[in-house]
């Protein structure tokens, strides 16, 4: 293949990367945003995410679109659940403190990632896609699954977009990101806020799971590696900014599908992370975002 | 008057280790040596976070510098385990002033996130050059290179009476330093800026460089458990640089109790045998670790030597 279609396909790759990062990351931005909180976990509900997907397609006979269907409205309602019940039982008795929430996630991590190892074993196993048509392009033949993820991920970020700025619970939402007192003082049931927030970051990350599971299969280790990309797009873009996340989670998905296309990837791995490592050092804020208060 | 007490204890605990060698049967001679090393990973790690208060998610870094920094030389150098044992310390002392440059220009969840993201990277590096390092699968030094020399007398390192001496020698030390660390003026600045760092500056102390200072100790120490870890158990491999190995001397100074000197040793030596036991009955022994880190961080945050201190102990260092 010449390099201009070459790097076409990559920059491909890097887009349906970047979908799947986007949703993932604004989970992780939207909990941090509004509660202060790091879910060390999000991984980990990813993680869970596919894995029920595959349990939910599995339950279906016939074609296969039906068994996805259901997994794109299970996976993300159970996911959420969970989060939900952690976030009551453990995060608010810790009354949000940022280094015991840490270690709270952190126990959070290992106790999904074994259950799943129990119960769901250590194969990867794949979740066949809702459709099979190929979009055939003058130099190759590109899936049009993937090119839909692009698309249903577009949509869902601009819902999200919307809820948060345009309507009532986003205004309270907001609110509450802004200043947790005020908001309290106004009758905003800050309580209530969390635990939806919580919830609602995990169903991000558990659809964006649902979303890449036909492409890249159901593992119980595969929630670290997002888990990190996550963390990156979260940083440069700013730390609970929209519209940073979703300009970092491009950037970094289309330089990753770039640059493991041509480089080697744990040299990419290890370039990248050194980076953001070094932008957070020298501009804690990221590169979008405003001073933390 | 409680200064004796202070001497007694550490002293006690020392000469207990060294009679229990003598008692217990092969396993857990074994184990006890493993835990001491252990021990003082963690006790390095406690330097940081319970004295200092900065939670740092990157330690594996520390020990893996060790680990390596011993380990490599060893095997493709043929250096005596002398000589690799200070280059273990020292790479993993160098490593830490520049992470410590580097990551105390961040405060809070961005140096938690920002040490765990140079221990990534290190651990990505172990793989980039798995030519010298075989990753995952690691290095097993040989029997013949791990001999300690002193002038004519020759220790075998394999040997499980040297090998827990050994330990106990390392752990000994390092508690004591670490005791006299402290109850020293340093130690009272480092708690000072983990209770209140602006009033600690106002009052005309350096806090980068105190804190940097702290940084550069914790992980010289965690570079001498590494590096004493690679000579005594001759396995050297990427697993110790993976993010686990920065959660669990979390988990075990969180157990132990925070800024205790004693915590670290209580807090490894119970996880170690929960592990262990538990690994009898199930192979899930990550949910025994992130049950425990939960209910730790709910009911118990400050460790069990912490609890005793606030309740009974309060003389407790």
Redesign the interface.
């Known amino acids: 293949m010449a390099f201009g279609p070459h790097l076409l396909l990559a920059a491909l790759e890097g887009l349906v990367t970047s979908a799947v990062l986007a949703l993932m990351a604004l989970g992780l931005s939207l909990v941090f945003g509004v509660m ?1 909180v ?1 879910n060390v976990a999000h991984g980990e509900f990813f993680m869970l995410g596919a894995v029920l997907a595959w349990w939910a397609s599995s339950l279906v006979t016939g074609h296969p679109a039906l068994g996805f269907l259901l997994a794109l409205v299970v996976s993300p309602l159970v996911v959420g659940a969970i989060a939900l019940l952690a976030e009551r039982l ?1 995060l608010r ?2 009354d949000y403190n ?3 929430t ?3 996630t ?10 799943a ?2 119960f769901y074993g250590p194969d990867a196993r794949p979740v066949q896609a809702p459709f099979s048509y190929r979009v055939l392009f003058p130099w190759f033949g590109y899936s049009g699954y993937k090119l839909s993820i692009i698309a249903v991920s577009a949509l869902l970020l601009t819902a999200t977009w919307f809820v948060l700025t345009r309507t009532r619970l986003g205004l309270v939402m907001r609110a509450t990101q802004y200043d947790r007192e005020i908001a309290q003082a106004f009758g905003i049931p800050v309580g209530k806020v969390y635990a939806g927030v919580f919830a609602l970051g995990a169903m991000l990350a558990a659809l964006a799971a649902v979303l890449i599971v036909p492409i890249s299969q159901a593992h119980y280790l595969m929630g ?1 590696d997002p888990l ?1 990309l996550s ?1 990156i797009v979260v ?1 440069i873009g700013g730390l609970g900014s929209l519209r940073g996340t979703v300009v970092a989670a491009v950037l970094i998905g289309l330089s990753d599908g770039i640059i493991s296309a041509f480089f080697q990837p ?2 990419a ?2 370039i990248a ?2 980076l ?3 932008v ?3 501009r ?1 804020t990221g590169l979008f975002g405003t001073a933390v208060r | 008057m409680s200064d004796k007490r202070i001497v007694a204890l550490h002293a006690g605990v020392i000469l207990l280790l060294f009679l229990l060698q003598f008692v217990l049967p092969d396993y857990h001679h074994g184990v006890l040596a493993r835990v001491m090393v252990l021990a003082v990973f963690a006790m390095g790690y406690n330097i940081l976070f319970g004295y200092a208060g900065l ?1 740092s ?1 990157g330690h594996a870094m520390f020990f893996s510098a060790g680990l390596y920094g011993a380990g490599l030389p060893l095997y493709h150098l043929d250096w005596g385990t002398a000589a690799a044992f200070t280059s273990g310390i020292a790479a993993g002392a160098a490593l830490a002033l520049v992470i410590g440059l ?2 105390l ?2 405060t ?3 140096f ?3 040490t ?3 221990a ?2 290190l651990y ?2 172990t ?2 050059f798995g030519s010298w390092t075989r990753g995952d699968e690691g290095l097993v030094l040989p029997q013949q290179q791990r001999v300690l020399s002193l002038g004519t007398m020759h220790f075998d390192l394999t040997d499980p009476t040297v090998r827990y001496f050994t330990a106990l020698l390392l752990f000994s030390i390092v508690l004591l330093a670490l005791l006299m660390v402290v109850r020293a003026p340093i130690g009272r600045v480092l708690v000072a800026i983990r209770e209140n760092e602006e009033r600690t500056r106002m009052l005309g102390y350096d806090t980068f460089a105190n804190k940097l200072i702290a940084v550069v100790v914790s992980g010289g120490v965690c570079a001498a458990a590494g590096a004493t870890y690679a000579l005594l158990f001759g396995y050297v491999g990427a697993t110790f640089a993976s ?1 686990q190995y920065s ?1 669990l001397p ?1 988990l075990w100074v ?1 157990l132990g109790g925070a800024a205790t000197t004693l915590g670290p040793l209580v807090g490894t030596l119970f996880m170690y045998y929960v592990v262990d036991i538990t690994s009898g009955f199930t192979t ?4 025994v ?6 209910l ?3 009911f118990f ?1 400050k460790g069990i030597l912490g609890t005793m201190r606030e309740k009974w102990l309060p003389w407790l260092p």
């Open positions: 202060r790091v453990v008795r810790l940022p280094e015991a840490i270690v709270a952190i126990g959070l991590l290992y106790i999904i990632q074994q259950l190892l129990t670290l990190l963390f940083i744990t040299l791995k290890i992370t050194l953001v490592a070094l957070l050092v020298f804690p | 939670l998610l580097l990551a220009r961040t809070g969840v961005a938690m996130i920002v765990m993201m140079f990534q990277v990505l590096t793989f980039y993010v959660i979390l969180l899930a022994w990550l949910l670790v992130g049950v425990a880190l939960i730790l961080v709910l945050p």
